[in-house]
């Protein structure tokens, strides 16, 4: 779907993302969240390789340049979130966008609910995204969350949970669009796990052009003695020293 208000090279690019977008993705179908977990389980994050091919990532990388896609555009060093700037999207998302949140949902939903009864929670997330988007409208976070992170030279972000209102799915994934080396040097994704009674543990992540990472919003169950405790995350990027790195971040909960 596409809106009425954007230009004929928008439309070309926005049909290109969605029909090579779905292709792109549709081995998604294969990966079972028992897998994710455990890998989840043993280092606080899960990657999946190659999960966009080159083109898509570029076709992405060429939407910040326009408006008509984008609700917002924060410049982070303005609210001491760091150096660079990121986009939201606004609705209608783009197709791969969208169709990356639709299926990657009912997979990480179910990670999500054992998480639920691992700490002890009470909430229940359904099996589609939709309903539980329907959710999420239902308490005022209507605002999509899904954007574009670009950082040049010297630009890093500061470990930080995205936390939006009272929904909060328990995962959420970033997409490396630009090629390490290539388009930029430094920058890597950072993730921290604070643990009680111990130091934080640092992970750095490695990702090249199409890799995913999927990673806890806020916290995760640990397994202890006594049963599960729950782990502390944070996320960032640090410093880029040459290029142009831009991400894609998809969240399932959306703002108020």
């Known amino acids: 779907m596409i809106s009425p208000t954007v230009n004929p090279r928008a439309r070309t690019e ?5 029909q090579a977008g779905t292709e792109g993705i549709a081995a998604l179908s294969t990966i079972e969240a028992t897998t994710l977990e455990t890998e989840i389980a043993a280092q606080g994050f899960a990657r999946l390789p190659q999960l966009l091919p080159d083109k898509i990532c570029r076709d992405l990388i060429a939407l910040y340049a326009s408006t008509e896609n984008f609700r917002s555009r924060v410049v982070m060093e303005r609210h001491g979130y760091g150096r660079g700037e990121y986009k939201y999207f606004n609705y209608p998302l783009p197709g791969i966008v969208a169709k990356l949140r639709e299926r990657l949902y009912p997979v990480l939903a179910t990670i999500a609910n054992r998480w639920q009864q691992q700490l ?3 909430r229940l997330y359904p099996s589609t995204h939709a309903a539980y988007l329907d959710a999420c409208h239902a308490a005022g976070q209507i605002r999509p969350t899904p954007l574009l992170l670009r950082y040049e030279a ?16 328990p ?5 490396l669009l630009s090629q390490p080396g290539a388009d930029f040097a430094g920058g890597e994704f950072i993730l921290t796990e604070q643990r009680p009674r111990r130091q934080s543990r640092a992970s750095v992540v490695p990702l090249i052009q199409g890799d995913a990472v999927i990673f806890p919003v806020r916290e995760r169950p640990i397994a202890g003695s006594k049963g599960f405790y729950r782990g502390q995350m944070r996320h960032g990027v640090s ?3 040459r290029g142009l790195r831009y991400t894609l971040g998809v969240i399932f909960h959306d703002a108020a």
């Not at 010297?154 to 799915?169: K, P, R, S």
């Open 120 to 122: 002890n929670g009470d």
């Open 14 to 18: 926005h049909a290109s993302i969605s």
């Open 154 to 169: 010297g630009d890093f972000n500061c470990l930080h949970q995205d936390i939006y209102g009272e929904h909060v799915f």
């Open 171 to 175: 995962l959420q994934v970033a997409i």
């Open 239 to 241: 410093q880029v020293h």
